[in-house]
């Protein structure tokens, strides 16, 4: 089983609709979770952390943590065609020394 | 202000031959980590540091040999590279866990090509 496991996509949206991203994770000790998105030849950016259950807003994304069901979410509403990247979920595990990556979801929003 | 640069951002290089990759950050964080990012873009981590101390080390090849002066620098030293060798490897920082701050940012990345 994968550490960290997204749907690869790829994920197609119209501009303007409401894009949902998934991911669950194994290590029930994990305690952080985050959301980075990836341009094209270009390096992962932060785009939200969630420490707590429940969700977390800021802008046009939310993200969405269930530690009982070890499953982290991401929300982009009102899509744009400039949020079309590859979005990768991460967890630091247990120790708190290595944040692992799933294998991240393709989104296109189409313009 | 670049928080976390590496050098070079890319390199070629031959079958066998040894290279180096530096990084730095000027964020002040306690931990420092090599990743790999196959053609695949699965990224995967390779080692962790936090003070200049090994953490985690992902059954690296021996190739492979990590070295932090101080906490702020983590260079990565591959000898006798390989074909297999060739992906995009980002350096990241990170606060340490005691902080709460626990978010990774990443350098933007040295593409290796090994030919």
């Known amino acids: 089983q994968k550490e960290v496991e997204q749907n690869s996509g790829p994920l197609s949206v119209p501009e303007g609709a409401i894009a949902s991203l998934n991911c669950t994770y194994s290590?029930?000790?994990?305690?952080?979770f985050f959301w980075y998105r990836q341009y094209s030849g270009k390096s992962p950016e932060l785009i939200m952390s969630i420490y707590s259950n429940g969700d977390k807003e800021d802008g046009r994304f939310t993200a969405q943590l269930n530690k009982a069901s070890q499953y982290v979410s991401l929300l982009i509403r009102d899509s744009q065609p400039s949020d079309s990247a590859t979005y990768l979920c991460a967890a630091l595990n247990t120790g708190g020394f290595k944040t692992i990556f799933g294998a991240g979801t393709r989104l296109f929003v189409k313009a | 202000d670049t928080a976390v640069s590496q050098t070079p951002k890319y390199l070629v290089t031959q079958m066998g031959n040894d290279k180096s990759i530096k990084c730095e950050q000027n964020?002040?964080?306690?931990?420092m980590y090599w990743y790999k990012q196959d053609s695949k873009k699965f990224l995967k981590i390779m080692f962790s540091y936090n003070n200049k101390e090994l953490i985690i080390n992902e059954t690296v090849p021996n190739r492979f040999s990590p070295k932090s002066p101080d906490k702020a620098h983590l260079n990565l030293h591959i000898n006798s590279l390989e074909l297999g060798d060739s992906a995009v490897y980002f350096c990241?920082?990170?606060?340490?866990?005691?902080?709460?701050?626990?978010?990774?940012?990443f350098g933007q990345g040295t593409r290796l090509t090994v030919v």
């Open positions: 990241a920082s990170s606060q340490d866990r005691v902080s709460g701050n626990t978010e990774a940012f």
């Open positions: 964020l002040g964080h306690d931990t």
């Open positions: 290590d029930r000790g994990s305690q952080s």
